[in-house]
């Protein structure tokens, strides 16, 4: 599988990822998938991925459809995958996802099969007051990407961030 960073250029996305009753499962072609230059960048805030694998949130559907489509192109660094993996294990996320049946591995082959690597970003000129969200926001602002959050200090900073071509949400509507 190739993966580039940046957003300007194509991407191959091998399979994509569905949920099902008992564990995470591949479908698709291994064909790879081509994205045109205009895909938009994303870049996820560990919240919403639970949302999208643990909680099972309906109102992440469209956006792991995007995801799987290529229609958005997720930007990761390895800090945010060791960040998701860490908080997986927490007591609480490990026995819900027990309860689902979702196991570690499925979740982070997830992640490794829908995000680009990107590597870490400069610190960027909007601060946010928790340092664990920092780094979200300082990709999403070297790529110009859409950030998608719903930590209420990232929130507050929408109108910062926008000045640096980042539109900050917590919901994904379809729309970039």
Not at 16 to 41: E, F, N, Q, Y
Not at 56 to 78: D, H, K, S, V
Request: some cysteine; hydrophobic content about 45%.
């Amino acid at each position: 599988m190739v993966r580039q960073q940046g957003c300007h250029e194509n991407i191959a996305i091998a399979f994509a990822w569905h949920r099902t009753d008992s564990d995470m499962v591949k479908s698709g072609t291994g064909i790879s998938l081509h994205a045109a230059d205009d895909t938009p960048c994303i870049v996820i805030d560990t919240n919403v991925l639970l949302d999208i694998w643990v909680y099972r949130n309906p109102a992440t559907l469209n956006l792991l459809a995007a995801l799987e489509i290529g229609q958005l192109r997720w930007l990761a660094t390895a800090a945010m995958r060791e960040e998701l993996m860490r908080v997986l294990n927490y007591a609480h996320i490990a026995l819900r996802r027990e309860k689902e049946g979702l196991s570690l591995q499925a979740v982070m082959d997830a992640f490794d099969r829908l995000s680009l690597s990107a590597n870490d970003a400069p610190r960027s000129a909007v601060v946010c007051k928790d340092p664990d969200d920092q780094k979200f926001i300082d990709l999403a602002v070297a790529h110009s990407a859409i950030l998608l959050s719903k930590d209420k200090l990232v929130l507050k900073l929408r109108t910062r961030l926008t000045a640096f071509g980042v539109k900050t949400t917590a919901e994904w509507s379809g729309k970039t």
